[in-house]
């Protein structure tokens, strides 16, 4: 008998093994721990033991030989609002340019294989569609019991990057978060892969944000032309995409003025600037998140989920906790939060930002120093939303 050797199968084989290993168990509270062993007492008989074992059996071995519903890209939800020819023509369209889930291809970067791509394909199915989501869009079978939300990669926004606020990430950036993961967030490491992989995934990652910046570029060319031109997406709505990720090579950002060693008079400064340029707006005069914004739950992402200005007390920095991490993150701000770049109102003062860095990793490692900040008001990370009843009576 040749059997199906697909993920499908290995899973449920697990299963039925479990299954047959819990049989076995039963079998022997009731007194029939074997043939040998079966009396005329036994709840048992020796022909149902081994019935059932040979049912057992054979269910792992037919298990996920069906065939299995080829896997395809989903299209967001304005794709849904055209016409059933436009439609078509826009994922055609898509599919000769980004390609398909049977044969992705990276757009702008030729150089990039088929199996490449296709080995990228088999690690993010496995380590990464439960919470990204096959099409890469943020929504996986686990992504709604999570905080912050997966990332859909399908806008080209990513957080956590070492280029100026708006521009695409360097790939360089998207292996690090790969290898090191996110700290704080359901985000993990993979630094355990093999290289190989953690390259081959990111390439795929970028075939499928590209993807979802082509159809986001296809849209808009439908809603001005009410057809898809072939010539138009070839001259303009391929470069469009392209081009962003071409601008950001060379942009990585790098510090105005040189690291200093930190002392305490850096801490201080930091502290002060700290309230004066801005950033207690957000996350308080004690780095700790507790302003009414914060609490209430009114910030959202470039998602449209709720978002926090962080904890900078609790130890983690999702960005990293290397001081160019941090110095980063204040000179151009996080991509796809409210959190903004200082480089324009601090460039008459550069070593400012050394300074707000000093302050940061301070008030982050208080805890690991034995400090303990007072406790502030308790609110959840996740506003609540109030159901359908109680939102029809706040209205009336």
Not at 166 to 171: I, Q, S, V
Request: negative net charge; glycine residues 8%.
């Amino acid at each position: 008998m040749r059997l199906c050797k697909t993920p499908r199968f290995h899973y449920e084989l697990a299963i039925y093994a479990k299954l047959a290993a819990l049989v076995w168990h039963l079998l022997c509270l009731c007194g029939c721990s074997s043939p040998s062993t079966t009396s005329p007492n036994s709840l048992f008989t020796v022909t149902d033991y081994r019935l059932g074992l040979l049912v057992t059996a054979a269910l792992a071995l037919t298990a996920g030989c069906q065939r299995e519903t080829p896997v395809e890209f989903s299209s967001g939800e304005r794709v849904s609002t055209l016409t059933p020819e436009l439609q078509t023509a826009l994922k055609a369209a898509l599919a000769d340019f980004a390609g398909s889930h049977a044969s992705p291809k990276l757009l702008g970067d030729d150089s990039v294989d088929q199996a490449t791509l296709k080995r990228g394909q088999q690690v993010y199915r496995q380590r990464c569609a439960q919470c990204h989501g096959v099409t890469g869009d943020g929504q996986g079978p686990v992504a709604g019991t999570m905080y912050p939300r997966p990332r859909d990669y399908r806008k080209g926004i990513f957080k956590f990057t070492s280029t100026p606020y708006g521009d695409r990430p360097l790939r360089s950036d998207l292996v690090r978060t790969v290898t090191k993961g996110i700290h704080g967030t359901s985000m993990p490491s993979f630094k355990l892969l093999p290289q190989e992989e953690i390259d081959a995934v990111v390439d795929y990652v970028l075939a499928l944000t590209r993807r979802g910046e082509l159809e986001d570029q296809l849209l808009e060319l439908v809603e001005f032309e009410e057809a898809v031109d072939p010539e138009l997406v070839q001259d303009e709505s391929v470069p469009a995409v392209i081009n962003k990720w071409l601008q950001a090579q060379g942009s990585e950002v790098s510090p105005l003025t040189s690291q200093p060693v930190f002392s305490e008079e850096h801490v201080t400064r930091g502290q002060e600037a700290f309230k004066t340029v801005g950033c207690i707006k957000c996350h308080g005069p004690d780095g700790r998140g507790q302003t009414p914004d914060n609490l209430a739950g009114n910030l959202k992402d470039a998602w449209g989920h709720p978002t926090r200005a962080a904890d900078l007390t609790s130890g983690f920095l999702h960005g990293g906790q290397r001081p160019i991490d941090i110095y980063r993150r204040i000179y151009s701000g996080i991509n796809g939060t409210p959190m903004p770049g200082f480089a324009n109102s601090l460039k008459e003062t550069p070593d400012t930002i050394w300074d707000l860095v000093a302050f940061v990793m301070h008030i982050t490692n208080a805890r690991r120093t034995g400090e303990s900040p007072l406790p502030g008001p308790i609110a959840p990370y996740i506003p609540q939303v109030a159901d359908s009843e109680t939102q029809a009576a706040e209205a009336e």
